[in-house]
T-cell receptor, first 110, second 113 residues
Framework: RKEVEQDPGPFNVPEGATVAFNCTYS??????FFWYRQDCRKEPKLLMS???SGNEDGRFTAQLNRASQYISLLIRDSKLSDSATYLC???????????FGKGTMLLVSP | ETGVTQTPRHLVMGMTNKKSLKCEQH?????MYWYKQSAKKPLELMFV???????ENNSVPSRFSPECPNSSHLFLHLHTLQPEDSALYLC????????????FGEGSRLTVL
């Protein structure tokens, strides 16, 4: 089983749609969780951290289920500018390195 | 944005060439990383340096040789590469506090002929 697995995508949605990305991780020792965003031919950038209680940042909501080792990202009211690849990332306590998923591409069309 | 700068942005080399990738960060971070990004694969961690000391080498072939002369500069020396080494090589840095945020450079796209 891969360390971090994501929906293969791509997701094609119209503007204004709600879209959800799923991610599972295999190492139960994972302690920190993040979503990164990578625009086409650009570097990855941190989108948001994921907290146990769930957290929201504007149109973006991240949730964590430790029992199922599952992370999600919900994007409401999609904009054209949301088109990018979304990377699920986990970190183990005491380790300074992050493990990335392959990413799920989102294409938002007019 | 000039936080993490990588040069060159594009590089084409033959299998017998020797070349180097350079990374420079102006963020005052203490940790620097090399990642490899190939098509349809997740980012692969190659090397980690913390306060100039290599703390992780993720089973990378010896044809890739990192060098970290100080906390702001990181090099990746390339020698006798293979075509399958063609990829985007991303440098990143992170602050002392373990926030999980990596600051990436724009990458060096390498093509090995």
């Amino acid at each position: 089983r891969k360390e971090v697995e994501q929906d293969p995508g791509p997701f094609n949605v119209p503007e204004g749609a709600t879209v959800a990305f799923n991610c599972t991780y295999s190492n139960s020792a994972s302690q920190s969780f993040f979503w990164y965003r990578q625009d086409c031919r650009k570097e990855p950038k941190l989108l948001m951290s994921v907290y146990s209680s769930g957290n929201e940042d504007g149109r973006f909501t991240a949730q964590l289920n430790r029992a199922s080792q599952y992370i999600s990202l919900l994007i409401r009211d999609s904009k054209l500018s949301d088109s990018a690849t979304y990377l699920c990332v986990v970190n183990r306590e005491g380790y300074s390195t992050l493990t990335f998923g392959k990413g799920t591409m989102l294409l938002v069309s007019p | 944005e000039t936080g993490v700068t990588q040069t060159p942005r594009h590089l084409v080399m033959g299998m017998t060439n020797k070349k180097s990738l350079k990374c420079e960060q102006h963020l005052g971070h203490n940790a620097m990383y090399w990642y490899k990004q190939s098509a349809k694969k997740p980012l692969e961690l190659m090397f980690v340096y913390n306060f100039k000391e290599q703390t992780e080498n993720n089973s990378v072939p010896s044809r890739f040789s990192p060098e970290c002369p100080n906390s702001s500069h990181l090099f990746l020396h390339l020698h006798t590469l293979q075509p399958e080494d063609s990829a985007l090589y991303l440098c990143a840095s992170s602050p002392p506090a373990d926030t999980g945020e990596l600051f990436f450079g724009e990458g060096s796209r390498l093509t090995v002929l």
